[in-house]
């Protein structure tokens, strides 16, 4: 019987997954994206951790979640209030239900939303965007 190895971010196999919080500039968004930066990572890491794998299972932990927080620039051009881009190491298993992974995203930052914007004026727009691709990472 061959014993599963979990992988997290202490091993060189896999990328640590990094998460891009770009939110629009003159909208008084800066409070409440500080404030979705720091729950990104309790919504993202469940999301990227499978156990089905025959011979590894891979469980991300919070503290495995990089999150930049970035104001965009009065240069963009055609930019949501709120732009999250999830970058991970491209498994099989991930890929089979993206769909399904991007979704418990979407309602985590949808309820977050619901909670905290109320000092913002209008709607919040934005999206979710999960990138899955061949990643390799070595820690400094």
Not at 90 to 106: G, M, P, S
Not at 108 to 136: M, N
Request: aromatic fraction near 8%; hydrophobic fraction near 45%; glycine fraction near 6%.
């Amino acid at each position: 019987m061959t014993m599963p190895v979990i992988i997290s971010r202490r091993l060189p196999e896999v990328a640590r997954p990094l998460v891009l919080l770009r939110y629009r500039t003159g909208r008084g968004l800066e409070n409440l994206a500080a404030g979705l930066a720091k729950e990104l990572p309790g919504l993202v890491a469940p999301s990227l951790t499978f156990s089905e794998r025959e011979r590894h299972e891979v469980w991300v932990a919070t503290e495995d979640i990089t999150v930049h927080c970035v104001e965009g620039t009065e240069a963009d051009v055609n930019a949501e209030d709120l732009e999250i881009i999830v970058w991970a190491h491209d498994f099989l298993e991930r890929k089979v239900n993206l769909e399904e992974r991007k979704d418990a995203i979407v309602d985590g930052v949808r309820k977050f939303l619901q909670d905290h914007s109320h000092d913002v004026p209008g709607y919040v727009s934005g999206f979710v965007w999960i990138l899955l691709q061949p990643t390799a990472f070595g820690q400094l």
